[in-house]
């Protein structure tokens, strides 16, 4: 497994984990690959708790950026935050990027952290996003390599790993397919291979799993005995991946860059 030889206290923060601190060392390569410009209008999908709007918006000073997620906790969330950090450049909208009505090419970059695996139909999906950009746009988004690939997933999700939609764009060859019916030309390919961070001890790593949608699924279905027996199991892998510096799991990603055609 790769580990970082350093891992900055700042951007994990302290105490439990969250998503952006799970993906801190991710979130480097990210911003390296979406090199957004200053002048330039950047498009966030999927945006969560809108990190990587706010990092786009901060890139892009005579530009900004709109960051978009299903989730309206999750907008409320990014919005709070962009006004507590002073970001005046960014803006955030609770929507589904398949179906939204974006203006036409109002803007130049669609950037993307683990959120456009889930679409219900994703060439429609690309295909609005395309409509979104100008003619000269270009998309950039990290998703997750093969299931088999992700030690996180594989060791700490098990039999109750996440549905396969959220490795829809695995396989390069697929999701190049995609892009292409879509609109977008010159896809490529980057090999992220980086661990995810679980949080400073074994029982923030346990109480980070254990909010995991496909955690808490599986946990309805057990008998109490069943039950113990996974915690148990979890218990004894987090164990074996704690260091000095916290929890980590293996992750293999892929950054997909692909230009409007």
């Known amino acids: 497994m790769k580990f970082?030889?350093?891992?900055?206290?700042?951007?994990?923060?302290?105490?439990p984990v969250d998503y952006d601190a799970e993906l801190h060392l991710?979130?480097?390569?990210f911003r390296s690959a979406c090199a957004v410009l200053a002048h330039e209008r950047v498009l966030d999908i999927g945006c969560g708790a809108g990190k990587t709007t706010r990092d786009a918006a901060r890139a892009a000073s005579a530009g900004g950026a709109m960051g978009i997620d299903a989730s309206g906790p999750a907008i409320a969330r990014a919005s709070a935050l962009a006004a507590a950090e002073g970001v005046r450049n960014v803006r955030y909208e609770q929507?589904?990027?398949?179906?939204?009505?974006?203006?036409?090419?109002?803007?130049?970059v669609a950037i993307s952290r683990f959120g456009t695996?889930?679409?219900?139909?994703?060439?429609?999906?690309?295909r609005n996003i395309r409509g979104a950009l100008a003619d000269d746009g270009r998309l950039v988004m990290m998703v997750w390599q093969a299931r088999e690939a992700n030690?996180?997933?594989?060791?700490?999700?098990?039999?109750?790993a996440l549905s396969s939609a959220a490795?829809?764009?695995?396989?390069?060859?697929?999701?190049?397919?995609?892009?292409?019916?879509?609109?977008?030309?010159?896809?490529?390919?980057?090999?992220?291979?980086?661990?995810?961070?679980y949080g400073d001890s074994v029982e923030a790593a346990l109480?980070?799993?254990?909010?995991?949608?496909?955690?808490?699924e599986a946990s309805q279905s057990r008998d109490a005995a069943s039950a113990e027996r996974e915690r148990a199991r979890l218990r004894g892998i987090v164990?074996?991946?704690?260091?000095?510096?916290?929890?980590?799991?293996?992750?293999?990603a892929w950054i997909i860059n692909a230009r409007c055609r």
């Open 4 to 15: 970082p030889e350093t891992a900055s206290s700042d951007e994990r923060g302290a105490g």
């Open 239 to 252: 164990a074996q991946h704690h260091r000095d510096d916290g929890v980590w799991f293996d992750s293999r």
């Open 117 to 126: 695996m889930f679409f219900a139909d994703p060439i429609v999906a690309f």
């Open 95 to 108: 929507g589904d990027a398949q179906t939204h009505a974006f203006l036409s090419q109002s803007f130049d």
């Open 207 to 216: 109480d980070w799993i254990g909010g995991f949608q496909s955690t808490q």
């Open 167 to 197: 490795f829809s764009l695995a396989d390069p060859s697929a999701a190049e397919g995609i892009l292409d019916a879509a609109g977008f030309a010159h896809t490529t390919f980057q090999d992220v291979h980086e661990p995810v961070y």
């Open 26 to 29: 991710h979130n480097r390569a």
């Open 151 to 160: 030690e996180w997933s594989m060791a700490v999700q098990g039999d109750h």
